[in-house]
């Protein structure tokens, strides 16, 4: 099934399975399947890597969801889409970096020997207040439910 769902430039240069992941991200909303999400936002970041510009309501929606899971090791995930385009870059929240919290994740940055590592600690080294955090959660939920 992943196949199906990989990031996939078609003769015309848009992604042939872009259309699939949608479906599938709309049943992964409601069954919080990680693993499922992790490839998704993946698969997104490829695309918007490929797409020439922008980040897309389902990209959007994807590092959200994945988001809400707040384990510190997505980090690499959130920071790969965020960085996958200018546009991205700019439309993709730094607190999704954070999502897993902001002292774990920073932790766990800090461990790696991931090529990013400095990159992603300059990204979230201004992040102190967890309530920012959740305060900014509570804001993306609103949005996507509407």
Same mark, same amino acid.
């Given at each position: 099934?992943?196949?199906?769902?990989?990031?996939?430039?078609?003769p015309?240069?848009?992604?042939?399975?872009?259309?699939?992941?949608? +479906?599938? !991200?709309? *049943? %992964?909303?409601?069954? /919080?399947? @990680?693993?499922?999400?992790?490839? =998704?936002?993946?698969? +997104?970041? !490829?695309? *918007? %890597?490929?797409?020439? /510009?922008? @980040?897309?309501?389902?990209?959007? =929606?994807?590092?959200?969801?994945?988001?809400?899971?707040?384990r510190?090791?997505?980090?690499?995930?959130?920071?790969?889409?965020?960085?996958?385009?200018?546009?991205?870059?700019?439309?993709?929240?730094?607190?999704h970096?954070?999502?897993?919290?902001?002292?774990?994740?920073?932790?766990?940055?800090?461990?790696?020997?991931?090529?990013?590592?400095?990159?992603?600690?300059?990204?979230?080294?201004?992040?102190?207040?967890?309530?920012?955090?959740?305060?900014?959660?509570?804001?993306?939920?609103?949005?996507f439910?509407?």
């Amino acid at each position: 099934m992943t196949d199906a769902l990989r990031f996939e430039r078609g003769p015309d240069g848009e992604d042939v399975n872009e259309a699939a992941r949608g +479906e599938v !991200l709309d *049943r %992964a909303t409601t069954s /919080g399947d @990680l693993s499922l999400l992790r490839f =998704l936002v993946e698969q +997104e970041a !490829l695309c *918007r %890597a490929n797409s020439g /510009g922008g @980040l897309g309501e389902q990209a959007a =929606l994807a590092g959200f969801l994945l988001a809400e899971h707040r384990r510190p090791e997505d980090v690499w995930r959130h920071h790969a889409l965020k960085r996958s385009n200018f546009d991205a870059g700019c439309a993709y929240d730094v607190e999704h970096l954070v999502a897993g919290g902001i002292e774990a994740t920073k932790r766990y940055v800090e461990a790696s020997d991931h090529p990013h590592r400095a990159d992603v600690l300059a990204l979230i080294g201004g992040f102190e207040d967890e309530d920012d955090v959740e305060e900014w959660f509570e804001h993306r939920r609103a949005y996507f439910e509407d």
